[in-house]
Nanobody
């Protein structure tokens, strides 16, 4: 069982940056692949970024490639999402997610997610 708690969301002006954090419970955090998803108002939840359990492999949605960076610190049981050059279209609730224990790759769709966080709101003003 993994519990995920996001933090770091807030209001930022267009062009600004934010770093989201996701603290995970459990002693075997380092064997879970991790990901970030987001859901904008009136839209379906969408994939943002994912990372393998050992941190070596990352994969991004085309819309955030080069602007967002996913990373993890297994010693702190924490995964991060660094976001730069934020735009109003990045406004959404951002969710941390964990894949199945020991999965070979990180989740890229909701049906590959085993655990969800509660979400953190990111609002980008123009």
């Amino acid at each position: 069982q993994v519990q995920l708690v996001e933090s770091g969301g807030g209001l930022v002006q267009a062009g600004g940056s934010l770093r989201l954090s996701c603290a995970a419970s459990g002693r075997t955090f380092n064997r879970y692949t991790m990901a970030w998803f987001r859901q904008a108002p009136g839209k379906e939840r969408e994939f943002v970024a994912t990372m393998s359990w050992f941190g070596g492999n990352t994969y991004y949605a085309d819309s955030v490639k080069g602007l967002f960076t996913i990373s993890r610190d297994n010693a702190k049981n924490t995964v991060y999402l660094q976001m730069i050059s934020l735009q109003p279209e990045d406004t959404a609730v951002y969710y941390c997610a964990a894949g199945e224990y020991g999965a070979p790759r990180g989740p890229r769709s909701g049906n590959e997610v085993a655990y969800w966080g509660q979400g953190t709101q990111v609002t980008v003003s123009s």
